[in-house]
């Protein structure tokens, strides 16, 4: 079907491609800020203590909310590619979809990383260390570890998905009749977002998400900054994996129990 000239169907498509890569653009340029603004020399933000972890933590947590918020309604908002994964494993996302949702959700995040970084220039610059610098970034383990980082990353992403497949909506007792909670129902991915990063985030900083640590880690090697730190590639594989991974495995484990 088609109206002014435009295939309905194509549309659709466009506009849930357009909703995966607005929600992860959100999404990223909140978190990379927040990252940017506790990391940077000079900033409003910038000390080195317990609070700041708490602090970026709660600031990722309301960049999942928004990214949510903005994309839901559309797409259903994954803006992760374990997300994605695990939805193509359990059933609820067509393999058609699969191939468009992770590209936008990648570019989402590399435009992000590039804003942050345009809006964070001098800061960056003031910056000595530049282990720092990239960690706005990407992330890092504090020890590394193949089998603990590894673990560490499955474990997150598992938990998010788990949990993010036990959401259920409220309902009329009488009727059983489900009710939508509108905005409110990004609410719960945030929290779980941010009890995630503060119990399980200290080891590797808690990407669980592919693109939010790929995406970025490639804007940051090709950036043109006079000296920056290499991309750490040996390591750039694990938070990609191993969410994919923990989503998968919670996808599985959900559909065996119900």
């Not at 990407?138 to 603990?148: L, Q």
Request: charged residues 10%; aromatic residues 12%.
């Amino acid at each position: 079907m088609a109206r002014g000239g435009v295939n309905l169907s194509n549309q659709i498509t466009m506009n849930i491609v357009f909703a995966e890569f607005i929600g992860t653009f959100l999404m990223m340029l909140l978190g990379l800020g927040v990252n940017a603004n506790v990391a940077l020399k000079g900033t409003k933000g910038s000390y080195s203590s317990a609070s700041a972890w708490v602090l970026i933590c709660a600031g990722w947590a309301f960049a999942v909310y928004i990214g949510v918020v903005v994309a839901g309604p559309i797409s259903g908002a994954h803006l992760n590619p374990a997300v994605s994964s695990a939805l193509l494993v359990q059933g609820s996302l067509s393999l058609a979809d699969f191939v468009l949702f992770v590209p936008a959700q990648f570019v989402g995040a590399m435009l992000a990383a590039l804003a942050v970084w345009f809006m964070y220039r001098d800061h960056f610059e003031a910056t000595e260390c530049l282990e720092t610098r990239r960690g706005v970034f990407c992330t890092a383990p504090e020890v590394y570890s193949i089998s603990r980082n590894f673990f560490s990353e499955f474990i997150g992403a598992f938990v998010l998905l788990f949990a993010i497949f036990h959401i259920t909506d409220p309902e009329v007792l009488e009727t059983g009749q489900k009710l939508g909670m509108g905005s409110l129902g990004a609410l719960p991915v945030a929290i779980f977002v941010w009890g995630i990063g503060l119990s399980l985030g200290g080891t590797t900083g808690y990407a669980i998400n592919p693109a939010r640590d790929l995406g970025p880690r490639l804007t940051h090697a090709l950036l043109p900054m006079q000296k920056k730190a290499d991309g750490n590639w040996t390591y750039a594989w694990i938070p990609v994996v191993a969410p994919i991974a923990g989503g998968i495995f919670a996808a599985l484990l959900y559909q065996y129990f119900n």
